[in-house]
C-alpha cells in the first residue's frame, strides 16, 4: 500500500465530507440546498440506475486500489494500469490536489448560494465574486480535474472511461444549467456570462 494508491480513496473521503459538513451548516441555517422538481423525461429512469452502477463500480475499484483487494468485479484487462510511469503518477497526483484545493474554495465562496438541481422555487444569489470570477462553474471543473488526475494516477481504461463519462455528463448539464440561470438571472447572468469563462 503506498500513498499513491490511498490517496484516491482518501481524497474522495474528504470531498464527501466537506460536501457533507457545508451542506448540514446550510441546512442549520434554514437554507434548503436541494428541492424536489416535477421532471417528467423518460429517459432518466432509465439513466439513474446506470449512473448508480456506474459509481458503486467506481467505488469497488478505489477500495481495491487503496487496499489491494484480489476480488475484483471487473474483467482484469479493463482494471489493470496501462503506464507505470512515475512521472504520470506525479502528475495525477497533483492535479487531484489541486481539485481537492478548487473544491475547498469554491463551497467557501458559494456562502449561503450552494443549490442542487434546476428548481424554479429554490434560487440562491448569483456568486460572481472569488473563486467564480475566474470560471463560471469551478465546482464542476474541481470533479473535472478530481476525475482527469485519477485517470493520470492509475490509467486503467476503466478510470479513463469514467473520466471521460463524467467530462461528457458535465459539459452537457452545464449547458442546461446556462439557459436555466439565463431565464431566472436575465441581464445580470449574461454581463457575467460575457466576462467570465465556462472553464479556466
Known amino acids: 500500500m503506498d500513498l499513491l494508491s490511498i490517496f484516491p480513496f482518501f481524497s474522495f473521503l474528504f470531498l464527501s465530507l466537506t460536501l457533507a459538513a457545508r451542506v ?4 442549520k441555517k434554514g437554507i434548503r440546498v436541494t ?20 459509481l458503486l463500480l467506481w467505488l469497488t475499484e478505489l477500495i481495491n486500489l487503496a487496499f489491494g483487494q484480489t476480488e475484483f468485479l471487473l474483467p482484469e484487462w479493463f482494471t489493470q494500469n496501462l503506464s507505470s510511469s512515475v512521472a504520470l503518477k506525479i502528475s495525477g497526483g497533483v492535479v487531484v490536489s489541486f481539485s481537492l484545493i478548487l473544491w ?43 476525475f482527469l488526475g485519477l485517470a493520470l494516477l492509475h490509467s486503467s481504461l476503466f478510470f479513463i472511461l469514467m473520466a471521460v463519462l463524467t467530462l461528457i455528463s458535465i459539459h452537457f448539464f452545464i449547458l442546461k444549467e446556462e439557459k436555466f440561470l439565463q431565464k431566472h438571472y436575465g441581464e445580470a447572468y449574461r454581463n457575467y456570462f460575457g466576462k467570465v469563462r465556462r472553464y479556466l
Open 104 to 146: 475547498v474554495l469554491t463551497l467557501l465562496h458559494f456562502k449561503h448560494s450552494l443549490r442542487f438541481g434546476l428548481s424554479d422555487h429554490n434560487q440562491g444569489k448569483l456568486v460572481t465574486s472569488g473563486i467564480f470570477s475566474f470560471s463560471r462553474n469551478p465546482f464542476f471543473l474541481s470533479v473535472d480535474l478530481y
Open 35 to 54: 428541492r424536489k422538481t416535477r421532471n417528467n423525461a423518460r429517459y432518466l429512469v432509465f439513466l439513474y440506475p446506470i449512473f448508480g452502477l456506474l
Open 24 to 27: 448540514i451548516y446550510l441546512k
